[in-house]
Each structure stands twice: as C-alpha cells, then as structure tokens.
C-alpha cells in the first residue's frame, strides 16, 4: 500500500520519542509534528534530520484503513496499546 497524498495521520497520531528539528524531546500521540505541512505532507521528507522511526513506517492496510480518519483511529489505537503503562 502507498501511503494516502495529504493524509499525515503517521505524523499525528503517534508519539515519537526520537529529538526531531524544534521538537527536541520527540512530540506526544495525537500532536501533530512541527514539519507536517498545512496540507498534511512531511517537510522532511528525504532530509537526513527526519528520525529514523518516520523513514522506518510502512502504510499497510491494517495501520492505515480504508481512510485518514481509520488511520488516526487504528495509529492512535496501536500508540495506546503499546504505551507503557
């Protein structure tokens, strides 16, 4: 699966531990990163600044839905069920 032009739901609804540019202690789930641009594409895309774990995320069907909204659902679901407690 190809990620969804101008869906950014991999640049919300997780949280990302990693320093990013600005964001110096990573952001928290359901933040949107500081370089995901009004419509909805990542700033640093092929920058070598981007932290791994965003080169690392593959749109699979099972993380991303039918829709944008079932990606911030299911992304926001998996962030919460493997957060430590």
Known sequence: MLCRPGCGACC???SISSPIPGMPSGKPAGERCLHLSVDNLCQLFGDPRRP???GEFDADHEVCGDSRDDAIR???WLEQATSAV
């Open 12 to 14: 919300i609804a997780p």
């Open 52 to 54: 791994a774990v965003c």
């Open 74 to 76: 299911l992304i926001g």
